[in-house]
């Protein structure tokens, strides 16, 4: 059974930081795209940012220049370096991937269970 776990999530002040980490476990076989959505209360779950597995990658306006997504291949791993948060960074961000896995083996796709990211001072 594939999961995907997150970490990194808490509370920082307008202009610090925060690195969210994601890790899949189980049957794998490959992982295609990995990607950051959030989900903020009231409104709909948005893409933040995606990363393809030759490290393509592309972000929502709102966050392009401040947040960076990277993987790690080898350990199943995506990560998202967010920089000069913003009270309206404030959400439950979710891990999402497409992956190989199982036998026989199918592409589906997966998320975490979300981890909150509060911008306050």
């Known amino acids: 059974q594939v999961q995907l776990v997150e970490s990194g999530g808490g509370l920082v002040q307008p202009g610090g930081s925060l690195r969210l980490s994601c890790v899949a476990s189980?049957?794998?076989?490959?992982?295609?795209?990995m990607a950051w959505y959030r989900q903020a209360p009231g409104n709909q779950r948005e893409l933040v940012a995606r990363?393809?597995?030759?490290?393509?990658?592309l972000y929502t306006d709102s966050v392009k220049g401040r947040f960076t997504i990277s993987r790690d291949n080898a350990k199943n791993a995506v990560y998202l370096q967010m920089d000069s948060l913003k009270p309206d960074d404030t959400a439950v961000y979710y891990c999402?991937?497409?992956?190989?896995?199982?036998?026989?083996?199918?592409?589906?796709?997966?998320w975490g269970q979300g981890t909150q990211v509060t911008v306050s001072s």
């Open positions: 189980g049957n794998i076989f490959n992982i295609a795209a």
């Open positions: 999402n991937a497409n992956i190989l896995a199982g036998m026989p083996a199918t592409i589906e796709e997966y």
């Open positions: 990363m393809t597995i030759g490290r393509r990658s």
